[in-house]
């Protein structure tokens, strides 16, 4: 039974993380697509883009999320967060709330089924699957929040470990003769391969500034968007850089110096941490076996040479 439920929810497990990743996946996409277009349109025709390609996902997003809606109404601040929270796992879409909501509600209503199924199919009695019931209707409203927790701290982890490196590009760029825009723009072409996370950041902030925006302003987007302490400290400072008049390459290659110590302090103290996190499997499953293969030849001959006598 525990083995057939155990398979059950893996299986739900799986289809709920490939659910949450493909239903919020596109609408990032189509949000980066809609403001290229807006860079490459005119102003009269700006009003003219609709979002005609996310509707059918939106629509039926919109009708899964309906009755969670009704059930636990969020509030202005917990949407408000929600949409922090999965724009710094890089969902930028403004639907993604609610995508994220009906793969709750989904997930909520599959992982009970599950437990039906599995206990229907062995020919037991609901009654005694109340508590799995209970466990799997927690697990599938809180196992979507995990989820994109793990992104966000994946992605977070992805854009701080790269930022050194397009600091260091963006100040050959920056000293080649290049504007702060043109270097971001570079950077974002150059890193596209390596640091995907930081090369979209800086295009969708170079594209804010082409499109009208105060470069202030496209600046203080980008560090919300990661919600990167490193970067949110990068875009302070060439804030003031621009609006002091200091030199932007002299203070970026300061700031890159100080980065790269950053990161080869977080790495010397990852490498310090890694005997204490392998002492507890160790100690669990690699201890047993040795003693067992040192101590058991001897405990055998112990046991028959008193078994002969």
Request: proline fraction near 4%.
């Amino acid at each position: 039974m525990l083995l057939i439920i155990t398979l059950s929810t893996f299986v739900c497990i799986t289809f709920g993380v490939m659910a949450l990743y493909w239903l919020v996946y596109r609408p990032q996409s189509a949000a980066t697509e809609r403001l290229k277009k807006m860079n490459e349109v005119s102003a009269a025709s700006i009003a003219s883009l609709t979002l005609v390609e996310e509707r059918p996902v939106v629509d039926v997003a919109e009708k899964i999320a309906a009755p969670l809606n009704r059930l636990l109404p969020p509030s202005a601040a917990e949407a408000k967060k929600l949409q922090k929270l999965l724009m710094h796992a890089g969902f930028r879409s403004h639907v993604a709330p609610v995508i994220y909501r009906a793969v709750q509600l989904t997930s909520m209503a599959l992982f009970p089924c599950a437990v039906a199924i599995t206990f229907a199919f062995l020919a037991w009695p609901l009654k005694s699957a109340l508590l799995w019931f209970l466990i799997a209707f927690i697990m599938g409203f809180f196992l979507p929040r995990f989820v994109l927790d793990q992104m966000i701290k994946g992605r977070m982890l992805r854009v701080r470990w790269g930022l050194a490196d397009a600091l260091d590009l963006m100040v050959v760029s920056i000293e080649a003769g290049l504007g702060l825009n043109a270097a971001m723009l570079r950077v974002s072409e150059e890193l596209k391969d390596v640091h995907k996370d930081i090369s979209e950041e800086f295009e969708l902030a170079n594209l804010e500034i082409k499109v009208g925006r105060e470069r202030d302003e496209a600046l203080r987007n980008l560090a919300e968007r990661t919600g990167v302490d490193d970067l949110k400290s990068l875009v302070a400072m060439l804030i003031q850089a621009d609006r002091f008049g200091t030199s932007i390459a002299r203070a970026v290659r300061v700031f890159s110096d100080s980065l790269r110590t950053k990161r080869r302090q977080r790495a010397e103290q990852a490498a310090q941490k890694a005997a204490v996190k392998l002492l507890f499997p160790l100690a669990c499953f690699l201890f047993p076996v040795l003693f067992i293969a040192i101590l058991g030849p001897a405990a055998l001959t112990l046991i028959d040479t008193l078994g002969n006598m």
